[in-house]
């Protein structure tokens, strides 16, 4: 049975320090890598060991790929990297903390930008400090200047569809270490989940979320791995 099992990155610096992260590149806290192990260690204690990976190019969202396969002694299996996968790409709210930022626009403002499905925070300025114009992973790939869920979803999905759902229609266990938004975006797609509602979910670090399909890739209900 095709097997796809989710995990968003373990705690990040900028998520202990209350910031806008988007697609600057943050490692992981102690807890982030205590919580990536965790979470290979509960795919080893179900016995759920996938046989490929997928990830993004954000360090956080590798290294807990990394930290997972590796308690679960599956390091070996293939591995592919995509900027597709990245987190939302926050704009001009990038290193902003998050209180700091509510004190100066507004709750309001500040939680549309946040949770609504298609408006978009205000673009990043071109060569401000987390203009990633010139990092090397990101050439000839159009970097966002801001992104909505919506405009997430629209690099998400196309990819989910073309490269990760013919691998999964083979037969494999697929596992993708991914971001708060890029998961939210095919949590949406497969659980058919509207766009009002996808907004107010909530995927926590490093744990384990898994969908199964059956023999015409339609999933099943998605649930934690550490419930089942």
């Not at 405009?151 to 037969?171: D, H, K, M, N, Q």
Request: aromatic letters at 8%; glycine letters at 8%; hydrophobic letters at 35%.
């Amino acid at each position: 049975m095709p097997t796809l099992i989710l995990v968003r990155h373990g705690q990040s610096q900028w998520n202990l320090e209350n910031r806008f992260t988007g697609w600057w590149d943050v490692d992981l806290t102690e807890k982030g890598v205590a919580e990536a192990t965790a979470a290979g260690e509960l795919l080893a204690e179900k016995g759920l060991l996938p046989t490929r990976a997928f990830t993004s190019l954000q360090t956080r969202a590798i290294k807990t790929l990394h930290l997972a396969l590796e308690a679960c002694h599956r390091l070996w299996i293939p591995e592919v990297k995509d900027w597709r996968l990245n987190e939302r790409h926050y704009g001009g709210l990038t290193g902003l903390d998050k209180q700091e930022t509510r004190d100066k626009h507004g709750d309001e403002q500040v939680h549309i930008w946040r949770r609504s499905f298609d408006v978009p925070p205000p673009p990043l300025d071109a060569g401000s400090e987390f203009d990633l114009a010139s990092d090397p992973r990101y050439a000839g790939i159009p970097v966002p200047a801001t992104e909505s869920l919506k405009l997430t979803i629209e690099r998400v999905l196309p990819y989910w569809e073309s490269e990760i759902l013919p691998v999964l229609a083979s037969g494999e266990t697929v596992i993708i270490s991914a971001h708060g938004n890029s998961l939210r975006a095919l949590v949406k797609h497969l659980s058919n989940i509207s766009d009002d509602e996808i907004t107010g979910l909530e995927i926590p670090t490093g744990q384990p979320i898994v969908y199964q399909f059956d023999d015409a890739m339609v999933p099943g209900e998605r649930y934690y791995l550490k419930d089942s």
